[in-house]
Nanobody, 119 residues
Framework: DVQLVESGGGMVQPGGSLRLSCVVSGFTFGNYGMTWVRQAPGKGPEWVSSITTLGGRHYRDSVKGRFTISRDNAKKTLYLQMNSLQPEDTAVYFC?????????????RGQGTQVTVSS
């Protein structure tokens, strides 16, 4: 079975940083692009970032220059380094198998990890 387990969320002040991780199992990680999607309270899903199998990185405009997506194929882990966090980044963050820039929750997905940015 495909499994994705996100972690690393928490509460930070504006301007702070967090590093999210997504450990996967059940498929050959290195053969797939991967994606991060977030969902804020009362809002629809929002694509955040995707990475190709060769490490090509794509970001939504609002996070460019602040977020960095990366992957470690040996560890079967996807990362999202988030710097200069702002209150509008508050959301549950999900990782998904595949390269997909649509505003929809990944399927399958893990439980997500909560990121709260507040002073």
């Amino acid at each position: 079975d495909v499994q994705l387990v996100e972690s690393g969320g928490g509460m930070v002040q504006p301007g702070g940083s967090l590093r999210l991780s997504c450990v996967v199992s059940g498929f050959t990680f290195g053969n797939y692009g991967m994606t991060w999607v977030r969902q804020a309270p009362g809002k629809g899903p929002e694509w955040v970032s995707s990475i190709t199998t060769l490490g090509g990185r794509h970001y939504r405009d609002s996070v460019k220059g602040r977020f960095t997506i990366s992957r470690d194929n040996a560890k079967k882990t996807l990362y999202l380094q988030m710097n200069s966090l702002q209150p509008e980044d508050t959301a549950v963050y999900f990782c998904g198998k595949g390269f997909n820039k649509e505003n929809r929750l990944p399927a399958p997905r893990g439980q997500g990890t909560q990121v709260t940015v507040s002073s």
